[in-house]
């Protein structure tokens, strides 16, 4: 069987009775088209397939007819294979954010199952699925729809392959995807739910970690209100749970992962200017900061925020509160309010971790927590990055200790995402540093007994970033899964797919018999630009 796309991949027999799939026709934008004769044995789809995501820049699957229509990979495909068994890491990799639309259907379906179909022909292990609050629990607290999820559901069992589930608590600027109506005109009438800045800007995709107990959401805590979604969730997924779902990861804040909305832009999240600000304005987490101060015998500590840290693209090193010599951060109040911040950051991801696990205890899966990789300025004394998404990590401190004893306390996994960064690739004004982060975490994982998921940090980013990730998963200790993010456009676009085949050929290559043998280079299939490439074999 041999998968040829855009490239020279191999991965198994090639069959007499091979047939061709067709072209596949992978458009960067309306103007460009770049289409690859792709071989798979015994696959047939029969019908163009079209996937005009905006936010995926268009991707379209032409597939030629065939005389009959055969599964992907047959049972007699399946038994003829005599590879090891693979004790390497896992890779996952992830379906589109808005894989299912607002209406709860699954958006671009048949683009969606011919892209599962090629990765499992690739050799992948698993799916990753986001949920969204916003989609599920759309018009009304207490009314689900998991109409879309279970289709895509059936879809990955019915391939064989794995799902791990992200549920998302938080919304997507893109693709729009909100937090739930209800949940929203809660906040037009209650805008104190959500993070508030020192400007009064709100950041309004996901809520405060300062209400996460208090009875906001129609006279429900969030955690009540999350505990009902996952049971409900749980009762719908039964069938699959510890079978096809091996895992869960729970959103604990923007993007999901734990941390504060410090920089109120997403796309201000490269910036490696500014550090971003402290998020700490809202009604909620000034009453919660004043009882501190009160508790800790300085009142008038509790008035605010700091006064002299910068704004949000100003150089850290430009106020007092970040400088690396005599800033306030190294000052009994800088240790008051840091520890108070990170306190309430902890605090919050522990509620949440402690009601995943409280609901999945009795199936077969992991449970898992995203933490960020915030690496910009690791290389100063102060870490404002850090400071201000909330890990109270300096010179002097490791703030990720006691979040990674919070994730050992309810036996979850760290998902950390970024692996695929490396040092040499990162501009020097932002003295960052993510092998080093990476290295610093890694060490608390190890001592602590925390499994660690990786994750890269966007399709086709980091400058030799597939070389990165495979030295970390070289190291069994290091990482045990890693899910590449994400499938759409740019996924499959020629200038990247090509070497997405080749990273999971060197990641967990299996040893192949004698007829496994890739085939002779002159026999593969090669792509050609602006033409519709068809070959026809015996």
């Keep these: 069987m041999e998968v040829s796309v855009i490239?020279?991949?191999?991965?198994?027999?090639?069959?007499?009775?091979?047939?061709?799939?067709?072209?596949?026709?992978?458009?960067?934008?309306?103007?460009?088209?770049?289409?690859?004769?792709?071989?798979?044995?015994?696959?047939?789809?029969?019908?163009?397939?079209?996937w005009p995501l905006k936010s995926l820049n268009g991707f379209s699957l032409k597939a030629s007819a065939c005389s009959q229509l055969e599964p992907v990979i047959s049972e007699e495909d399946s038994s003829n294979r005599k590879s090891k068994p693979n004790d390497g890491v896992k890779l996952f990799v992830g379906l589109p954010l808005d894989a299912v639309s607002s209406a709860n259907t699954v958006n671009h379906a048949r683009a969606i199952a011919a892209?599962?179909?090629?990765?499992?022909?690739?050799?992948?292990?698993?799916?990753?699925?986001?949920?969204?609050?916003?989609?599920?629990?759309?018009?009304?607290?207490?009314?689900?729809?998991?109409?879309?999820y279970l289709a895509l559901t059936e879809m990955i069992q019915k391939l064989g392959l794995n799902l791990h589930v992200s549920l998302c608590f938080h919304a997507s600027e893109e693709p729009k995807i909100p937090l739930p109506e209800w949940v929203s005109r809660i906040g037009e009438s209650d805008p104190s739910i959500f993070f508030k800045d020192r400007s009064g800007q709100l950041y309004k995709d996901c809520l405060s970690f300062a209400v996460t107990d208090a009875p906001v959401l129609d006279g429900k805590t969030p955690v009540q209100v999350y505990r009902e979604f996952c049971e409900s969730f749980k009762d719908a997924f039964s069938p699959f749970m510890g079978s096809t779902i091996?895992?869960?990861?729970?959103?604990?804040?923007?993007?999901?992962?734990?941390?504060?909305?410090?920089?109120?832009?997403?796309?201000?999240?490269?910036?490696?200017?500014?550090?971003?600000e402290f998020?700490?304005?809202?009604?909620?987490?000034?009453?919660?900061?004043?009882?501190?101060a009160e508790n800790?015998?300085?009142?008038?500590?509790?008035?605010?925020?700091?006064?002299?840290?910068?704004?949000?693209?100003?150089?850290?090193?430009?106020?007092?509160f970040f400088k690396e010599h005599g800033g306030s951060w190294g000052t009994t109040y800088g240790d008051f309010f840091l520890s108070w911040y990170s306190g309430q950051l902890i605090s919050h991801g522990s509620k949440l971790l402690s009601l995943a696990s409280e609901t999945f205890n009795d199936v077969p899966i992991s449970i898992c927590g995203k933490i960020p990789l915030v690496h910009s300025w690791y290389r100063t004394q102060s870490h404002p990055s850090e400071l201000t998404a909330g890990f109270y990590n300096t010179v002097n401190r490791d703030g990720y200790e006691a979040v990674i004893e919070m994730l050992a306390k309810h036996s979850c996994q760290i998902i950390l995402p970024g692996m695929d960064l490396s040092d040499q690739h990162q501009p020097n004004e932002s003295l960052s540093s993510p092998e080093l982060l990476l290295a610093q975490i890694a060490a608390s994982c190890r001592k602590h007994g925390v499994e660690i998921l990786g994750q890269n940090s966007m399709v086709a980013n980091a400058s030799n970033g597939f070389e990165q990730i495979k030295n970390l998963s070289g190291e069994k200790e290091v990482m045990s899964l890693f899910t590449?993010?994400?499938m759409g456009a740019d996924f499959f676009s020629p200038e990247h797919f090509p070497s997405f085949t080749q990273f999971v050929r060197n990641l967990n290559q299996p040893e192949l018999d004698s007829d496994d043998q890739p085939m002779k280079q002159e026999e593969r299939a090669e792509s050609l630009a602006?033409?519709?490439?068809?070959?026809?074999t015996a």
């Design 7 to 50: 490239g020279q991949v191999n991965l198994g027999r090639s069959d007499v009775g091979c047939r061709e799939i067709g072209n596949c026709s992978f458009t960067k934008n309306l103007n460009s088209k770049i289409s690859s004769s792709v071989k798979i044995s015994k696959v047939c789809v029969g019908q163009n397939i079209k």
């Design 115 to 148: 892209g599962l179909k090629a990765l499992k022909l690739l050799g992948v292990d698993g799916i990753e699925l986001p949920v969204w609050w916003g989609v599920v629990e759309k018009e009304a607290r207490g009314k689900y729809d998991w109409t879309g």
């Design 246 to 276: 091996t895992g869960i990861s729970f959103g604990l804040g923007p993007e999901g992962e734990l941390r504060y909305p410090s920089h109120h832009n997403p796309s201000k999240m490269n910036n490696h200017q500014g550090a971003g």
């Design 279 to 292: 998020q700490c304005y809202d009604e909620y987490m000034l009453s919660s900061l004043k009882q501190y």
């Design 296 to 320: 800790s015998g300085n009142p008038l500590w509790g008035l605010g925020g700091p006064h002299d840290a910068p704004g949000y693209d100003q150089p850290p090193m430009s106020s007092n």
């Design 484 to 486: 590449y993010q994400r």
């Design 530 to 536: 602006g033409n519709n490439l068809q070959k026809q």
